[in-house]
């Protein structure tokens, strides 16, 4: 890995940040920006001011790679209190009903959350960033229009409960549930608490959000804003790709026709989408399968 510093603007590559509570996605990709000196920084999968966890930053070249490693897979830690419901479905909102939980016991909540441990469409959270003819739905929301957003395709590979405790809140008996989840990209881990409150009949909103794994970037490898501005630590963009999608090494010849976007006719490659690779390691382009053929998805040069 390399290290910036202020003064000197780094390779293309990935950043891994450890993003605090209380901050936007933004706000720390405008961080970033300033600690390696160039603009050219962006983000891939935002994180609610609220959570914390992996945020994934390209710089340079990368950020042209964001958007297809926002479509990885991802893991969270969380917190669902069962028992409220908010406008927001997270602790941020303003609680819209406390029907309470004290009545759910183990048994009614494992097949609950069986039926949500699937493939299934999910109708994202109002107060989101969705665009509605132009306008953030979390915007629509806060000027008192109702907002039903159209339901999306998700697949949750996993959502176990760490831990239960029970307690009351301001006079409503609640339910508090740590757990794991492991998703598709698009799925909303707040709707994912309502989703469940509404299936147990009590409400639900998530109170704690953690992001440990987008793709294969994990907290392991993550830093805190402050550990950043000591040093930021960056993935140079070929071991970025090498470590998120199958390769494929060209021959000089083939290389030259991918610089300039050219199909690479009677080529193989190895998976649907797939990073090649000079002889010298060096990152070149994205290429799809298109019949016998492989064609350009998107050349970084």
């Avoid at 990709?29 to 983000?43: D, L, Q, S, Y």
């Avoid at 190895?270 to 998107?298: H, I, K």
Wanted: charged share 25%.
């Amino acid at each position: 890995m390399m290290t910036s510093r202020p003064d000197a603007i780094p390779h293309s590559g990935v950043a891994v940040i450890d993003k605090p509570a209380g901050r936007t996605s933004h706000q720390v990709v405008a961080k970033v920006r300033h600690i390696v000196g160039t603009r050219k920084v962006g983000h891939a999968g935002t994180l609610d001011p609220m959570a914390t966890g992996v945020l994934v930053i390209g710089i340079g070249r990368a950020t042209r790679l964001l958007g297809y490693l926002a479509l990885t897979e991802k893991a969270y830690q969380a917190t669902i209190r069962l028992g409220i419901a908010t406008v927001s479905d997270d602790a941020d909102g303003e609680m819209t009903a406390s029907a309470g939980a004290g009545g759910v016991t183990d048994d009614q909540i494992g097949p609950a959350l069986a039926r949500l441990r699937a493939k299934r469409l999910q109708v994202p959270s109002s107060v989101s960033a969705i665009k509605i003819n132009g306008v953030r739905s979390y915007a629509k929301v806060r000027s008192g229009q109702d907002v039903v957003l159209s339901p999306r395709q998700v697949i949750i590979h996993k959502f176990d409960v760490l831990d239960r405790r029970d307690l009351e809140v301001d006079g409503v008996t609640v339910v508090d549930l740590d757990v794991i989840v492991e998703c598709s990209s698009g799925t909303y881990v707040r709707a994912l608490a309502r989703d469940l409150g509404t299936t147990l009949g009590t409400g639900g909103h998530l109170t704690a959000l953690r992001r440990t794994r987008v793709g294969p970037f994990t907290l392991e490898q993550a830093q805190t804003i402050d550990e950043a501005e000591r040093g930021l630590r960056i993935v140079p963009l070929a071991d970025v790709v090498r470590s998120s999608f199958a390769t494929l090494t060209v021959n000089e010849t083939q290389a030259n026709d991918i610089r300039h976007g050219r199909r690479l006719v009677g080529v193989v490659l190895p998976d649907r989408t797939t990073a090649l690779l000079e002889q010298t390691g060096s990152f070149l382009a994205l290429y799809r399968q298109e019949g016998p053929d492989a064609v350009a998805e998107a050349v970084f040069l």
